[in-house]
């Protein structure tokens, strides 16, 4: 399993682009990026998933380098409402029955935006 | 549409105790997972199953057991509560990926349980 590094917490001001990386140095070929965000006493939500380049959504976008060593979480613009932990989670998308798939969260970066 | 549930929200054990967490979804997801988080931690997964009628472990699968029954809910099983599994407990659930190669495994999570064993 690819071990994810991230910074432990950012802070940023309303209206600023913030980007948060995630280092994966072990990340394997048939793994996949992808990033949650979760809010205190509520369980994680899905930000955007992506394998190479760069991924656009509604709300974020996601860059990796060539070497998909490392990912980069894109939000423009945040507001105080942005304010929450930020996971990178990598690890194969298929599972079978029997098959140690083991998710790891890692312990995620605290974003704070100020006003 | 609810989502993904969890039943109950708060609980507090006292050591050796049992008890089952409830998870249901009404998404028709394939995959269901259980995870604890500690405070000020990431996610750890305890176990998780691939359909109905199976299971496998995690990351952190000592002192729980599980069942999957029927493709909607995932139960979790503490039969001998310890002080160390005193966390809280999400449940997420996910679908299958349509196509080979194509990474859609987005998981859904319920609002959260919070155990806390005396």
């Known amino acids: 399993l690819a071990k994810t590094t991230q910074p432990i917490s950012m802070d940023s001001y309303e209206g600023q682009e913030v980007n948060i990386t995630c280092s994966h140095n072990n990340i394997a070929t048939n793994d996949y990026i992808t990033w949650y965000q979760q809010f205190p006493s509520q369980g994680p939500r899905f930000i955007i998933q992506?394998?190479?380049t760069k991924v656009t959504n509604e709300v974020a976008s996601l860059f990796i380098p060539a070497d998909r060593k490392s990912s980069t979480l894109s939000l423009p613009r945040v507001s105080l409402s942005d304010t929450a932990v930020y996971y990178c989670l990598v690890g194969p998308y298929l599972i079978s029955s029997g098959s140690a798939r083991q998710l790891t969260f890692g312990s995620g970066t605290q974003l704070t935006v100020l006003p | 549409n609810a989502g993904v549930t969890q039943t109950p929200k708060f609980r507090v054990l006292k050591t050796g105790q049992s008890m089952t967490l409830l998870c249901a979804q009404d998404m028709n997801h394939e995959y269901m997972y259980w995870y604890r988080q500690d405070p000020g931690m990431g996610l750890r997964l305890i176990h998780y199953?691939?359909?109905?009628?199976?299971?496998a472990k995690g990351e952190v699968p000592d002192g729980y057991n599980v069942s999957r029954l029927k493709k909607q809910n995932f139960l979790l099983g503490l039969e001998s509560a310890a002080p160390s599994q005193t966390s809280v407990y999400f449940c997420a659930s996910s679908f299958i990926p349509l196509e080979s190669g194509q990474g859609k495994d987005t998981q859904y999570f319920g609002p959260g349980t919070r155990l806390t064993v005396l």
């Open positions: 199953s691939v359909g109905e009628g199976t299971t």
């Open positions: 992506g394998y190479k």
